[in-house]
């Protein structure tokens, strides 16, 4: 035998599974039983279903007073031997014609409990990182323009110098050429 057990999320959450019992159950109930389940919600329709049908109770549902805290799954492995012959035979003295041996196939209790994906820290956290990031790449963006202004001022100042000086070379040099057209006449 195995057991698997499992809690559901709170009711702001979209979980197909329910913490407490549907109204329409729970007027059938005389008194109140423990959290919701699935399984326990299916047994008490087939078990309503059977009394309206056949006006008696099933053996072989469980019994309603006994409903778990949480979703608890058996999962069995049924073996089974033969009878002794002597079944037929036998008095009270030899003991019962049967015996049950429960084993289970391991010692680990299995819980699987559902948490919220998102709770309000971590929506906080996503936040901080989105506008984090938004906030470094918009400094990237600003840092990117003010290189390309400072690079175009440098290289506009550098073609404006590199300008003066060629004019005042092309100056100088028709200065010249006039000292020397005059100087020749």
Not at 65 to 71: E, F, G, S, Y
Not at 74 to 83: E, Q
Not at 137 to 156: E, T
């Amino acid at each position: 035998m195995t057991q698997l057990a499992q809690t559901g999320l709170p009711a702001p959450y979209a979980n197909p599974c329910r913490r407490t019992w549907p109204k329409c159950l729970l007027e059938q109930l005389e008194e109140p039983y423990g959290a919701y389940t699935r399984e326990d919600c299916l047994n008490l329709c087939l078990q309503r279903t059977v009394v309206e049908k056949c006006g008696c109770l099933s053996a072989q549902l469980p019994q309603l007073q006994k409903l778990a805290k949480r979703d608890v799954t058996y999962k069995r492995d049924v073996t089974v031997t033969k009878l002794r012959e002597d079944v037929l035979s036998t008095t009270e003295k030899d003991g019962p014609p049967a015996r049950l041996v429960l084993y289970f196939d391991s010692l680990t209790y299995e819980h699987i409990r559902s948490v919220p994906k998102y709770d309000e820290t971590r929506v906080l956290s996503n936040l901080g990182g989105i506008s984090g990031m938004y906030l470094g790449l918009s400094f990237f963006v600003l840092f990117q323009v003010l290189d390309i202004l400072v690079v175009g001022a440098l290289r506009l100042r550098k073609s404006l110098r590199w300008d003066a000086r060629e004019r005042r070379l092309v100056v100088h040099a028709r200065t010249r050429s006039q000292e020397g057209v005059q100087t020749i006449s």
